[in-house]
């Protein structure tokens, strides 16, 4: 409710202040004119002051015009930066605790080789959640340095999707063929790190929204004949409103409560998916899945087909 009011204020009292700034400006021009008429020699004093009146008043609102802008950009920011805030403390305190916790244990008791084995590996995953939060720190900050010329080479997408696919899948702890994928051979001109950090999120993300009970993950590439290669990741979870969509790609912008969230992040990584594929001068589209619930982003890349692989392939990870 506090969210909804912060903005919802400043909001009112500029189209408040608008109203009147014109209410006071038609009123001005209307008094001016009339007095002019009435007057008659001294008409062009009318006139003079006519315009400077117009003048000052159309600065005003315009000032008034950009204060209401200005505000409801830094609430929005500020509404950002908390729910970032909300997000790391939650990502680094829930692994720290946990860590905390298994090593006190070993510290404290004995315990059987097969429950040490088990704590390793939650250790290593939480480590491993840890180490992701920081990587995407960075990489939001790496966004700011431009390429340099000599940075890109032609990268093979299609072996880019498999290998990214195959990083998400170990990483979730998930059979190899909950992605399905389905490419072609293609070729685009980029960093080999910037296209593989857009298809990790996209792919990471798709994992994690997936359904809970028979996650479905596919990974579809086409070949437009205008020197295109599309690229689309869907999913069968919940599926994001229309309303929301253009929301998502905002820095630090997850959906819903931090406090109430069962799945870990930072909102930082579809906002570095937009920010690498603008300067791959590339475009991302939401949709939903064609068939069944769930969510279909959609990349258009400039690419070209690889002649050295004459056919498609249709597979799963195998």
């Known amino acids: 409710m506090f969210e909804r009011r912060s903005l919802r204020w400043p909001i009112t009292l500029g189209v408040v202040m608008i109203v009147l700034v014109v209410v006071v400006l038609v009123g001005w021009i209307i008094g001016s004119i009339l007095l002019a008429f009435r007057s008659g020699e001294s008409a062009g004093w009318y006139w003079a002051w006519l315009s400077i009146g117009t003048t000052l008043l159309t600065f005003i609102l315009l000032g008034v015009v950009m204060y209401l802008v200005l505000s409801i950009k830094a609430i929005n920011l500020s509404r950002r930066q908390s729910n970032f805030i909300d997000s790391v403390t939650h990502e680094l305190k829930s692994p720290i605790a946990s860590l905390k916790l298994y090593i006190q244990t070993l510290n404290r008791r004995q315990i059987s080789p097969a429950e040490q084995e088990s704590f390793f590996k939650d250790m290593l995953e939480d480590g491993e959640r840890l180490d992701t ?64 950090l857009v298809f990790r999120n996209l792919i990471d993300n798709a994992v994690k929204y997936a359904a809970d009970e028979n996650p479905a993950v596919e990974v579809k590439m086409d070949l437009s004949e205008a020197g295109r290669v599309i690229v689309r990741v869907s999913d069968n979870g919940r599926g994001i409103p229309p309303e929301q969509r253009r929301k998502i790609f ?7 409560s931090e406090l109430e969230r069962d799945k870990p992040g930072t909102g930082l990584g579809l906002y570095i998916v937009r920010t690498l594929l603008a300067r791959l001068r590339s475009k991302i589209q939401v949709r939903d899945r064609p068939q069944g619930q769930g969510t279909m982003f959609e990349v258009n890349l400039p690419g070209k087909q690889r002649a050295a692989i004459a056919e498609s392939t249709s597979l799963p990870l195998q």
């Open 133 to 196: 939060l920081i990587n995407h720190l960075l990489d939001v900050a790496r966004l700011e340095r431009m390429t340099k010329p000599g940075e890109e080479e032609d990268v093979s997408l299609d072996e880019v999707l498999r290998s990214c696919s195959e990083q998400v899948c170990l990483r979730h702890q998930v059979p190899i063929d909950t992605v399905q994928l389905d490419l072609q051979p293609a070729i685009i001109r980029c960093r080999r790190v910037d296209l593989e």
């Open 250 to 256: 905002g820095r630090f912008v997850r959906l819903g």
